[in-house]
Each structure stands twice: as structure tokens, then as C-alpha cells.
């Protein structure tokens, strides 16, 4: 299964066919002679979780290029309800990232189509997207478009994560196992926990996870969909021939999953504390090294991680596996979505800077600005060598063993929600925008990590998944990012479905074994009863209508 660089470069090259390097190379790479007169535009980020005072090196380049100063707001404890509080009030930023509830702003008249602005003044957009500036159309009944931003446009992925991940150290101890299934995790942790109850004086604690509030969906509903052999579609499942689209949490396959969590609950695998830590205990247990196994997306650990290597424990790192519940299914973790194009940065109807917003997302979508985004400031966080952009050690080091790296350096604190190339769209030199190269990733590795993967005959984690190319990509994209009408059955229905299975599935789980598929069957008469039915058929219509919309009607 193991590839090599070129192997890797060619494929790159192959995904670049939607988007051809000329076109990308006319985009424009430098600001304007004349730096435009200075203006702060306020933007809500619904997904951003951390103050941002945009004051790092990137974001006060980012001003003297632009003259844009961003003052960032965002919810503040997992808040919910500051969009449709917006609403209420008619009091918008500039700019906002509204996530899912960019349907209920559409309907509130508070976006502004910018179909016109990209026609007249969005040249950078348009050589961006190019025939993909399609699929960022709001509906078949409304198809303008209100957004820019998040996905890229041309992608590789090098990276895998949201998957069950083991210790390095256990992968170790145990010889180099081929961890294929649900009983080869289990098999595994319990081995080494066998011979290691305790790491540095702990207690070794198996499987952790995080569900005490909303990333019970990134560690506990996801890992399921993935186990399943499922791509990530949130709390839905598509039946690719046919559309039609269910209620993930509905499903046998889901069932069985869930079933060896209470499993591994019953034997003393799964952490106690999974369901009532807090993020920080969650990180600080983590960044101990005594945690063995997770399931979670490395955005969500990663101040762990830089810890452990601050320490010098990068035995307890961990490795990404292709778990599923049986040898017969595949691991869809790193399946390509291609540009979905669904969500992203919007220009409000109150905002009096609605140009000057466009101009800067135009800008945003230029060569200068994704280099800036991705690698910093010229000088500081690297320097040119044969024509390529080539990353300072000690950024590298800091990139790798500071919690905070983003928000101080600011190298890559703009790229999502932002229009972004892609971490495989080429420059005008013939460089990858992205950082994280193969070529980049093989180079940081430690040696622990580096003894793994030659244990296991590859160059990249990547590579004992799936192959991409292979899986193919979904003609719907993906099903957590429709537009689903504010006032519709299948949005309230799946809010209090949501409720209730997180709580629901919670309890199964730490229940007495004996219990579970009672708990289980009441659930889903519960689910039946919310009339779950509804909004499945809902969704399915959502699922035809993308097809349609998009050009893929499923004859």
C-alpha cells in the first residue's frame, strides 16, 4: 500500500484539473500601489471558540496590504443562539460566518447576493472557483449566492484524523499490529494496559472522549458514521444511488457501534469521566501522555499534542487507524468531498462597507493573500531559496510545540471560513499553497513516528487508509452542509432529534450491559414518534435538489 512522493505529486496534479495551475497563477499577487484608506469591518465568526484580537504578524500584514482591520466577535461558551439573536435585533457586523444558520439570515433579508460583486469586481473570486462557482448558489429556488469562503478549492488531503487514534508507545510495545477493526483497538489498548496500568505514577486510561457538550458530535457521533464505513455527513446518511437520506442515529449499522461502546464502558476501556469533563480537563489529561486511545479531529487535542512534545513524550503521540466495525468495510475518513462550497463568509445587508467587505474577500482570494495566510510573513516565518518558499526551524518548532501557535504566529488563523485555493492548488511558481506538504510532514516527524510507518512500509499515515481516488467523490458533497429552510420540519425535527439521541445514546452507553438494546429500542420509538420519518424525506428532497442544482439529477 505504499506510496511515494512522486506517486503522491502525481495524483496532486491529477486533482488540479478543476482548477488549471494558469488559471490560479493569474491571480492577483500583489495589493493595490496605494494601500486603500484604513477601515475596521466587525465580523462574527460562529466557529470560532478563542478571542482573536487580530493584532499577530499575519493579521497586521494583512493591514498594511489592505488597509483592513477585522474586529472579531464570537460566541462565547458554545452559545447557540447569537445569530438568531442577531436576528431578533437587526443588529449585524459587517461580515459574518453564520454556519448553519446562514438559511435563517437569508430568509431574515440579512445577506446581500453577491452575484453583481463577483461579476464586476471579483476577478481573484472568479479564477478561484472557477466552474465550481456553481455550487456556491443557495437553492434551486433562490439560486444566488451569499457566501464565500471555507472549503478549498483544490485539495490532497496528507493528514487524517476524527478516526480512532492509538499511542505510538502501545503500536510499539505490541509489535507493530495490524489494527483493522473495532476488536483489534479493543485487543490492543487492553494488552498494553495489561502490561502498563500506569504510566508516570497514573492510572493508563484507555479510550477518552469529549462529550459534555457540543463535541459529543466530533468524538462521539462522527467516530461512529467512520466506524461504519460511512464519510462524514453529520447526523445523516446518503444513500449514493439512490439519495435517499436517514437519520444516521436510525441505523443497525450505528446500533452495533454503539453497542461495543457500552461494551468497552463495562470493562474499563472507556474513561468515566468521557461525558462530564470540560475541554481543559479533556487537553490537561491528554497532555499527561497517560491517555492511550482517542477519537477525535486534531483541531480539537492539538494544544495536547504540542505539549507532549514540549515534554519530550512524543512516544505518547498518536497515530491515526482505518478502524471499522469489520474487516468488509472501509474507512471513509479521507474520502475527498470535493468543493462543496456550502457555507461561508457573508456581506450584510446593513453593512455600511459592503464594497470595501467584497474587496477584501476578493483580495483574500488572491496568490498574495493565501501565502500570507498559509506561510506568514516573508522573513520571519520563512525565507525564499531556488524560488520556493522554504519554513525557518525555528518557526517549525514553534509551529509544532506552541498551544497557541495560530493565534500568536497567525498562520492559519484566516484560512477557513475564508475563500481559500486549497492545500494542493499551485502557486505562479509551481509551489503547493498549502504548508503542509508530504514533503513538510515527512520532515517534522519524530522518531517515534518515523519508526511506526517504516514498521508499517509507508511515507504517511494516509497511505494505510484507503486511497482517495479509489472511494471517488460523492456527487452530493456533503450532507451537514445544506441549506436546510429555517422553517422546515426537517431543522426543528433534527434539533430535538439531536437532543434527545445525544442524551439518549450518553446513557446507553455507561448503562448495565443487559440494558442497552431496551434503552436502544425506546430510543427509537422516541425518534419515530418525534417523526424522524419526516424530516429523513425532507433531506432526501435537500439530496435531489443538490444533485439537480449541481448538475448530477439521479435519473
Not at 17 to 28: D, I, V
Not at 196 to 210: F, H, M, N, V
Not at 388 to 410: K, L
Request: proline residues 5%; charged residues 25%.
Amino acid at each position: 500500500m505504499k506510496k511515494s512522493i512522486k506517486q503522491l505529486l502525481t495524483a496532486t496534479t491529477a486533482l488540479l484539473a478543476l482548477n488549471s495551475t494558469s488559471a490560479l497563477g493569474t491571480l492577483a499577487v500583489s495589493a493595490q500601489e496605494e494601500t486603500p484608506e484604513p477601515v475596521t469591518l466587525t465580523f462574527f465568526n460562529a466557529d470560532l471558540s478563542t478571542d482573536d484580537p487580530f493584532t499577530n504578524p499575519v493579521a497586521q500584514e494583512i493591514t498594511r496590504l489592505t488597509g483592513v482591520t477585522l474586529e472579531i466577535s464570537h460566541p462565547v461558551g458554545g452559545d447557540e443562539q447569537a445569530v438568531p439573536l442577531m436576528i431578533a435585533s437587526g443588529d449585524y457586523p459587517d461580515m459574518i460566518f453564520a454556519k448553519g444558520d446562514i438559511n435563517k439570515m437569508i430568509d431574515a433579508g440579512a445577506l446581500i447576493p453577491l452575484d453583481d460583486l463577483i461579476e464586476e469586481r471579483g476577478d481573484n473570486i472568479k479564477a478561484m472557483y472557477g466552474d465550481q462557482l456553481d455550487r456556491l448558489r443557495n437553492s434551486l429556488d433562490d439560486p444566488q449566492i451569499y457566501h464565500l469562503g471555507t472549503a478549498g478549492v483544490v485539495n490532497r488531503p496528507f493528514k487524517t484524523a476524527g478516526t480512532f487514534q492509538i499511542q505510538f508507545d502501545v503500536l510499539k510495545e505490541l509489535g507493530y499490529p495490524e489494527i483493522r477493526t473495532l476488536e483489534d483497538y479493543e485487543n490492543a489498548l487492553l494488552d498494553y494496559i495489561e502490561k502498563y496500568p500506569e504510566i508516570d505514577g497514573q492510572k493508563t486510561i484507555g479510550l477518552s472522549l469529549l462529550g459534555s457538550d457540543w463535541r459529543w458530535l466530533i468524538t462521539v457521533g462522527n467516530p461512529s458514521g467512520f466506524a461504519a464505513g460511512w464519510q462524514d455527513d453529520g447526523q445523516w446518511h446518503v444513500d449514493e444511488e439512490t439519495g435517499d437520506t436517514v437519520y444516521k442515529f436510525m441505523t443497525p449499522e450505528l446500533k452495533e457501534y454503539f453497542k461495543w461502546l457500552n461494551h468497552m464502558n463495562d470493562i474499563g476501556l472507556l474513561d468515566p469521566e468521557s461525558f462530564t469533563q470540560t475541554h481543559d480537563t479533556y487537553i490537561s489529561k491528554l497532555s499527561t501522555g497517560r491517555v492511550i486511545g482517542i477519537a477525535d479531529q486534531e483541531w480539537n487535542y492539538s494544544q495536547a499534542l504540542a505539549v507532549l512534545r514540549q515534554d519530550g513524550k512524543t512516544n505518547r503521540l498518536f497515530a491515526p487507524l482505518p478502524v471499522t466495525l469489520n474487516e468488509d468495510l472501509l474507512s471513509q475518513s479521507n474520502r475527498d468531498s470535493g468543493f462543496t462550497g456550502t457555507t461561508g463568509i457573508s456581506i450584510t445587508s446593513t453593512s455600511k462597507n459592503q464594497e470595501r467587505a467584497f474587496d477584501f474577500l476578493n483580495w483574500m482570494a488572491s496568490e498574495e493573500a493565501q501565502i500570507l495566510v498559509n506561510w506568514g510573513v516573508e522573513g520571519v516565518n520563512y525565507e525564499i531559496v531556488d524560488g520556493q518558499r522554504v519554513q525557518f526551524e525555528e518557526d517549525r518548532i514553534n509551529a509544532e510545540t506552541d498551544p497557541n501557535y495560530s493565534i500568536n504566529a497567525g498562520i492559519g488563523a484566516y484560512i477557513w471560513p475564508f475563500p481559500q485555493w486549497g492545500n494542493a492548488a499551485l502557486d505562479s511558481n509551481g509551489q503547493t499553497i498549502g504548508r503542509d506538504s508530504a514533503d513538510a510532514i515527512i520532515e517534522n516527524y519524530s522518531a517515534d513516528e518515523r519508526e511506526a510507518l517504516d514498521a508499517y512500509g509507508v511515507d504517511l499515515w494516509i497511505d494505510t487508509f484507503p486511497d482517495p481516488e479509489e472511494l471517488g467523490i460523492p456527487a452530493h458533497g456533503r450532507a451537514y452542509e445544506y441549506v436546510i429552510p429555517a422553517s422546515s420540519d426537517a431543522a426543528i425535527i433534527q434539533q430535538k432529534a439531536d437532543d434527545l439521541t445525544t442524551q439518549r445514546i450518553t446513557q446507553a452507553i455507561l448503562a448495565d450491559p443487559s440494558e442497552f438494546d431496551a434503552l436502544w429500542d425506546q430510543m427509537i420509538a422516541d425518534l419515530e414518534q418525534m417523526r424522524i420519518g419526516d424530516a429523513e424525506a425532507e433531506m432526501t428532497q435537500l439530496t435531489l435538489d443538490r444533485l439537480e442544482l449541481w448538475g448530477n439529477p439521479i435519473e
